[in-house]
């Protein structure tokens, strides 16, 4: 009788399994605040003319749009000031509705651009190892350059002094998304953009593509941008997966 219970046990485990994987395949899903979003409808647009691809996420009284600018694998900054490439989300529930959306705004900087717009000379590395650790010793203030203060930099440099990438180590305020910053130190001239701030920010990675199917992961804060006081000032999706979701091509 145990035996038989057990075997019962299993099958029903495994269809239960077999029927959440055709559930989810294809999938859309996110946890917004912490609350599960799984996409009831998806659909991933792909414009005939330019490849960038708009995803549709729908749920009940919710909808999520990922769009990106191209369909190549990657990752896909939002809150940037590529305004092709953001999310919104918007909600209805008991007549309140809400719209969220990655805009350019101002804030502590989230985010620097992977690359120098200047890498300048004479400046020096402010990484150290420390019981085989290798920690910021030191930061270097920018000038009043953007639109904000206090943002300050842990830099790595070359062997010329020239600084060849930096890390956000205090995010100031009052920056945006496109401000050109100079850094103190060396001979003046090392610069670097912002690529976005806290409260707009966020990444769409598309890992697969198969040109029927694409599949990825996102991350994003995005503010209430129709000011509805009912609403919070932003709105958070984590653990974000999109999985085979078919491509069809824009109206």
């Known amino acids: 009788m145990k035996k038989i ?3 019962i046990i299993i099958l029903v485990t495994f269809i239960s399994c077999t029927t959440d ?6 999938g859309f899903q996110a946890y917004r605040d912490g609350i599960l979003f799984r996409a009831l409808d998806i659909k991933a647009y792909k414009s005939t003319s330019t490849g960038a691809i708009s995803f549709v996420a729908t749920a009940q009284d919710e909808q999520l749009n990922l769009n990106i ?17 953001n ?16 805009n350019i705004i101002f804030g502590p900087v989230a985010k620097m651009y992977p690359y120098m717009d200047s890498g300048g000379a ?10 085989g650790v290798n920690v910021c010793s030191n930061s270097h203030p920018t000038t009043n350059s953007g639109s904000g203060i206090g943002l300050r930099l842990c830099l790595t440099t070359n062997a010329s002094g020239a600084v060849t990438s ?22 003046g001239n090392a610069k670097i953009i912002v690529l976005n701030v806290e409260g707009s920010n966020g990444e769409i990675n598309i890992t697969e593509n198969t040109g029927n199917t694409v599949s990825g992961n996102f991350k994003f804060n995005a503010i209430n ?16 997966t999109i999985y085979k979701v078919p491509l069809i ?3």
């Not at 994987?21 to 294809?26: E, H, M, R, S």
């Not at 999310?87 to 990655?102: D, E, G, I, M, R």
């Open 122 to 131: 004479g400046y020096v590395s402010d990484w150290t190892m420390v019981n």
């Open 166 to 187: 930096v890390k956000v180590a205090s995010p100031g305020n009052g920056y945006k998304a496109g401000d050109l910053i100079t850094i103190v130190g060396g001979d």
């Open 21 to 26: 994987v055709k559930f989810n395949n294809p």
């Open 249 to 251: 091509a824009a109206p």
């Open 87 to 102: 999310a919104t989300y918007s909600s209805t529930f008991n007549s309140v509705s809400l719209l969220y959306k990655t």
């Open 225 to 240: 941008s129709n000011g509805n006081p009912l609403g919070d000032e932003l709105v958070n999706f984590q653990y974000g």
């Open 69 to 85: 600018d191209s369909g190549n694998l990657g990752t896909y900054y939002l809150g940037t000031s590529n305004t092709s490439i």
């Open 5 to 7: 219970i057990s075997l």
